[in-house]
């Protein structure tokens, strides 16, 4: 029988009632014949419970602890939807990462999936068992120790299953019906999207659209996984929600298929850096290893031996930020006259794979952000996306300057 | 190195707090140079909360999946001692029932424990590890599932662990400082007992005095397991607590060492039964496929060919007898005038090794309620204890009047 993996997010199981609804949405599956691979998160606020008592225990915890605590939530979740479907009489079992087993790395609280044997499910397939409802976010080291992918890991764990049992598509449940051209709450002209290519998705992604996990996304493209995004909440039919795919199912698109935004961006200048070989090295070595997440980077026009060098990061980091480099500077690795953050920042990124075809999508973006009198602070680009950093307080106008001037409100 | 077990009860890591305080005695008992194995419950209240969750998703759940959810408590509780011990640099890991692994027939829900390999933690106390923190009441079948061993199956697990790697003790930390002569809340006279045999534990545990699982008594009793109950409020010390053990180690003991009580007793006496051989499997049969808990059984002198038969169990269990003894009548496989029920009743017991070469405790019991004008309904006695069934009304008193007449305030 074909097989399905069907994925259910903390609040699409937060209580017995919404387990229940999402264990008619898999019934429904069931009965058009396929074999269902649940993967079910903790009930939500759980994870964040448990974590709460690991930090406040050991602050500076033995991970292989940590795991072993918070990969509990998701057990719970799993045998009371198994409980739940025995009760539709769909014949149901749970897993728990070592039963199946999801074998990992021992990279614990970030650890990496490297197989999953499909064996033993299949087996119970082959049994009459009709659905497997597997803990997500969890596997189980070389070592026999219980391990947790990171936050967002149950993402993880449904494509890595769908890759391992050749799924016809992997359904992520979640609480929203799908990927939008923006933000709805931004925009009330937001559009869902039928279809998204994996790079767009990915791009999304690590631009704070908090729908999938950047990693799901990776793993689903490299496997060709075809990943929909869909409501836990709604009425699901065939061509409900957002279905990631390969670009070259989406047969026509527009040219650019969303805008995104992450809010809390600082730009940081360096002022006056003594410019010589090798300076770059000396300035973003020691952010990164003080755990500064740098995004964009500029560098103006060099005049008389010295420099002035931009970054952005979150504003949460500019403190550490401040400290590394003042830090460097007095090592005498670099050499600056000061240090300037603007902490009012705010990113705005307009994403599309049509950009490689299409030329001008950076002009129109830059007048229409002009039109409204905003002010572009550093600029970045990659082949399918192109992102500025504003002021903050333009932020929602930029979205629906951006959603106004490339018709996002339209279908292509 | 020797090896000790503690166990840590609900009560006992209810609490952040309370898993230090917990913590602490472990820390002082590797400190005298003990190899430990710390078996711990789930934090109190949380397998309530599961065990409703469960119930309420399937009342008539699949034990598996019972299990699968109701054993996450266990987890939780025994990652995060491990972390509390390693913050008081005390080298210790947690291990949930599969990973030792506690081997265990495949009866969900009341699973029996079959085997406790020792190689996987001796070859971690080898290698430094000071404390192995044990997830209690939980272990795997031959099929690899999680089973549970029922309710205060920790102790039961604590006396295993013990027995399997040979330890000098099992200690039970729990809410209470030892075992007492009586009710410390109906006698004020209550002594705490520094020895009792475990045959006296036994018969105290089934009569319940809820300090010891009755189960890890006789798994105890039968591996030689010395098992001390103590409170994990109070300070330690080598004589702290109640040591149960072989009864050869009390040098001196009471003849009776305690007063046992049982409130919610029944009276059940079915009026005139045609008396024929097999007419008690006739009535008892029916009974315990019914699920009710028989306990003192009388049969009257028979007369004619009838007879009245009177036992007693739980009131709770009253309607479920009824309809049994009904139904029994109806299928004409005992025919009864009438069936009486006295849903008033408890059940005094007077217990101790003494008995065993001292006549006239029965005689010093009967007087001394006798004495207090409570009159005696029902009576049954075994080697080491003699139980009357009475009215609930004069409980406290019978108790009260049967520990002064053996002058249990004294230790002998």
């Known amino acids: 029988m074909p097989t399905l993996v069907m994925k259910f997010g903390g609040t699409s199981v937060a209580t017995l009632d919404r387990i229940k609804r999402a264990a008619k949405k898999v019934g429904v599956e069931v009965a058009k014949g396929y074999d269902v691979i649940v993967i079910v998160s903790a009930m939500s606020g759980k994870t964040n419970e448990l974590v709460g008592w690991v930090n406040e225990t050991s602050p500076l915890y033995d991970a292989r602890e940590y795991d072993a605590v918070v990969s ?3 057990n719970v979740t799993a045998g009371l939807m198994a409980l739940t479907l025995q009760e539709m009489e769909v014949p149901a079992r749970s897993w728990q990462g070592w039963q199946v087993p999801v ?4 990279a614990h609280a970030s650890a990496r999936i490297e197989a999953i044997p499909a064996d033993n499910i299949r087996a119970k397939f082959a049994a009459g068992d009709r659905v497997a409802v597997v803990a997500g976010f969890q596997g189980v080291s070389p070592e026999g120790r219980i391990t947790t992918l990171g936050r967002g890991g149950s993402d993880t764990t449904a494509v890595a299953f769908a890759a391992a049992f050749e799924a016809e598509r992997c359904d992520i449940y979640t609480d929203v019906d799908g990927v939008y051209t923006t933000d709805p709450r931004i925009s009330d002209k937001a559009r869902k999207l039928d279809k998204i290519a994996f790079e767009e998705m990915l791009e999304l992604a690590s631009l704070g659209a908090k729908v999938l996990q950047t990693r799901s996304v990776e793993l689903a493209m490299r496997y060709k996984v075809k990943l929909r995004v869909l409501s836990s909440f709604e009425e699901q039919s065939d061509e409900a929600g ?3 795919c390969d670009e070259e199912e989406i047969m026509e698109s527009n040219v650019v298929s969303g ?3 992450s809010r809390d961006e600082a730009k940081m ?4 850096v003594a410019d010589r070989p090798g300076i770059a ?3 973003f070595g020691p952010l990164s290893e003080a755990g500064v997440n740098v995004d964009m980077i500029v560098q103006n026009i060099s005049e008389e031996g010295r420099t002035d060098m931009t970054f952005s990061c979150p504003t949460d980091q500019v403190a550490r930020a401040e400290a590394a480099m ?3 500077k007095t090592n005498g690795d670099i050499n600056f006259h000061d240090l300037v953050a603007d902490e009012n920042a705010a990113k705005i990124s307009v994403v599309g794979i049509g950009m490689r075809s299409h030329a001008g999508v950076a002009a129109k973006m830059f007048e229409a952000l002009s039109r409204e009198g905003i002010n572009i602070k550093v600029i970045t680009t990659s082949e399918i996306k192109i992102s500025v ?3 903050r307080k333009y932020m929602e106008l930029a979205v629906q300057a951006l959603h106004d001037a490339f018709e996002l409100e339209k279908a292509a």
Chains 1, 2 share one sequence.
Request: no cysteine; glycine share 4%.
């Open 72 to 74: 509990s939530g998701e």
């Open 103 to 106: 074998q990992t790395t021992s």
């Open 242 to 244: 957002t279905l990631v």
């Open 259 to 261: 805008v995104a935004y």
């Open 269 to 272: 200048t360096l002022i006056s």
């Open 281 to 283: 090295a000396a300035i």
């Open 326 to 328: 003042e830090q460097a």
């Open 389 to 391: 950093l504003i002021d």
